[in-house]
């Protein structure tokens, strides 16, 4: 089983989001889980706003529970999708060996290769910001996905 991890700071917007998202474009034999670098959450329901987002785009993650990402996931985990650059080097940091920081990518590199764009945290802002981060992943989780499909096959 492939298994992939999404990485945001809370662990309560966008990477719940591109865990709901990348879930529903794979098959189950493709494991989606996500988490936060910081722990303040853990163990909570995701954002409000980002619950609300995703149910509008028919996407369920109301289930879902905050996680703190940890040293263990690189051993769990094929891929390791985070949302910016923070995000990025709070990972790496705890990376046990140089071969299990080649597992960790900017998710937007996906959609936008090379070009290192983040996905802004919509957390101080609207319900706008909610909308709009949900298309970037969706975007990106839709050419991850083919990329799981094809090597998968």
Same mark, same amino acid.
């Given at each position: 089983?492939?298994?992939?991890?999404?990485?945001?700071?809370?662990?309560?917007?966008?990477?719940?989001?591109?865990?709901?998202?990348?879930?529903?474009?794979?098959?189950?034999?493709?494991?989606?889980?996500?988490?936060?670098?910081?722990?303040?959450?853990?163990?909570?329901?995701?954002?409000?706003?980002?619950?609300?987002?995703?149910?509008?785009?028919?996407?369920?993650?109301?289930?879902?529970?905050?996680?703190?990402?940890?040293?263990?996931?690189?051993? #769990?985990?094929?891929?390791? &999708?985070?949302?910016?650059?923070?995000?990025? *080097? @709070? !990972?790496? %940091?705890?990376?046990?060996?140089?071969?299990?920081?080649?597992?960790?990518?900017?998710?937007?590199?996906?959609?936008?290769?090379?070009?290192?764009? #983040?996905?802004?945290?919509? &957390?101080?802002?609207?319900?706008?910001?909610? *909308? @709009? !981060?949900? %298309?970037?992943?969706?975007?990106?989780?839709?050419?991850?996905?083919?990329?799981?499909?094809?090597?998968?096959?």
């Amino acid at each position: 089983m492939v298994k992939v991890v999404m990485v945001c700071l809370g662990n309560i917007c966008r990477s719940p989001l591109a865990e709901g998202i990348l879930q529903s474009k794979v098959s189950e034999n493709i494991f989606v889980d996500s988490a936060g670098t910081a722990d303040y959450h853990v163990g909570e329901l995701p954002d409000k706003r980002s619950i609300a987002v995703a149910q509008k785009h028919g996407i369920d993650i109301s289930k879902q529970r905050c996680n703190h990402f940890t040293s263990k996931h690189f051993e #769990e985990f094929d891929y390791i &999708y985070v949302m910016d650059k923070s995000n990025y *080097e @709070n !990972v790496i %940091q705890l990376a046990p060996s140089e071969e299990t920081k080649q597992k960790v990518k900017l998710i937007l590199n996906e959609s936008h290769p090379n070009q290192n764009l #983040e996905v802004p945290d919509p &957390y101080y802002g609207g319900d706008d910001g909610f *909308e @709009n !981060v949900f %298309q970037m992943l969706d975007e990106a989780c839709e050419v991850i996905a083919n990329k799981l499909k094809t090597d998968l096959k």
